[in-house]
């Protein structure tokens, strides 16, 4: 197997980044471009790819994605700047999980507090009489 079909085949890696050392930054300065929070994360290691994300109409959501080249260095640059201030404003620094994996991990969520709520409607509807 070439090394060029090994990055394609293993999941932990998408274009030669690894996935297993992505960090999600919450609570971004809307003032952050993509070179400053690069910036900001290198002086910990080797950033491969800074991500901020945008609304449609090219305005800054307050979230990115950095990339580091190993998982140790992603660990360090999460201890050191979690809950830290970057450009006036405390940033949250959390391993970032594949989307899908996201989007089914919400979905549990909500259908828990959907069944919480419902079956705590239905304990006052039990008191009141109803």
């Not at 400053?36 to 491969?48: K, N, P």
């Not at 405390?90 to 919400?106: E, L």
């Not at 507090?113 to 409607?121: F, G, V």
Request: glycine share 6%; charged share 30%.
């Amino acid at each position: 197997m070439h090394e060029s079909e090994n990055t394609v085949t293993n999941s932990k890696f998408k274009e030669g980044v690894n996935r297993n050392a992505r960090l999600i930054v919450r609570n971004i300065s809307f003032k952050a471009t993509e070179d400053s929070l690069r910036e900001h994360f290198s002086q910990y290691g080797d950033v491969e790819e800074v991500k901020l994300l945008k609304k449609p109409d090219g305005r800054l959501v307050g979230c990115g994605f950095v990339h580091f080249t190993h998982v140790p260095v992603a660990n360090k640059a999460i201890a050191a700047t979690n809950k830290k201030p970057f450009l006036g404003r405390p940033i949250y620094v959390a391993w970032a999980v594949a989307k899908d994996k996201y989007v089914a991990n919400s979905n549990h969520i909500g259908q828990k507090q959907r069944n919480i709520s419902i079956s705590s409607n239905e304990d006052k509807s039990e008191k009141k009489g109803y």
